[in-house]
């Protein structure tokens, strides 16, 4: 027969798990209604990448990703927590419960949709190489004993690294950013960067004489996605629905036009 004492004993533990469990935070949120009853969205967001991300006046993250960020916390009338991400960063954020969703550029390969949830595309880039001016690209062949930086675990990662060219490596650093810098510090003799982004730190830096985007060997086109965890099904189907909502109003348009002073490229954007 359990004793009276134990039974108490146990009771009091299984009410204490239940209270330990509350409200939902940042790390477990993941339905609308737990947001809601959280009051606060936690979005991870890309940094590092230029003009998709600046630095406010008072030294806060802004720009495309963090008013596409904005308008989903809006629309779910809750405040919005936005946590700096990398591409080295930016998946153990959200499989760790750091933040309930990403909004940080990343594009839906079979391999993450393994991990996570991924949106319908919210926009689209181009993947070109950039290098010097006087450096010929325009073939693969032209990477032969040629060092190229890429940002690690990023889309260009996974492309350059499966060229089967002669000699080429490939340097991984934490962001795209650094991954510039080495670049134009002379650490590498090429980089694979979203083609907007490099032409306006071409631009800003004064660099046009020195270094350019090549045209001519295109790594890719694609589109990028949020992403929630794996059981986030509602918030998942939700953001869908922004993001159908985002395009069709022209919001999507108006962010990119704001920050990358062009529409979102590539026409409409797939749906899968």
Known sequence: MTRPFARNAFAAA???AIASVG????????????????????????????????TDSSGQTDGFLVDLARDIAADLEVELEVVPVNNASRAAALESGRVDLLVAHMTATPGRAK???MTNPYGAYEMRFVAPVDMELTKLENLTDKRVSVPKGGTQD????????????????????????????????ATAAVATVAAD????RGLSGDFEVKEDVPIFTLYWSMAVRRDATELHQWLNNFIYYEEVTGRLDE?????????TPGGKLPTF
């Open 115 to 117: 991990i996570f949830r």
């Open 158 to 189: 996974i492309a350059v690294s499966g060229y089967d060219v002669d000699g080429l490596e490939v340097v991984r650093f934490d962001d795209d950013a650094l991954a510039m810098q080495a670049l134009i510090s002379g650490q590498v003799d």
């Open 23 to 54: 409200a939902p935070t940042a790390s477990d949120a993941q339905t609308i209604s737990e947001i809601e009853e959280k009051g606060t969205v936690t979005i991870g967001v890309l940094t590092g990448i230029p003009p998709y991300d600046t």
């Open 14 to 16: 299984a009410l204490a």
């Open 201 to 204: 730190v071409i631009e800003k």
């Open 255 to 263: 962010l990119h036009e704001k920050w990358i002073g062009v529409p």
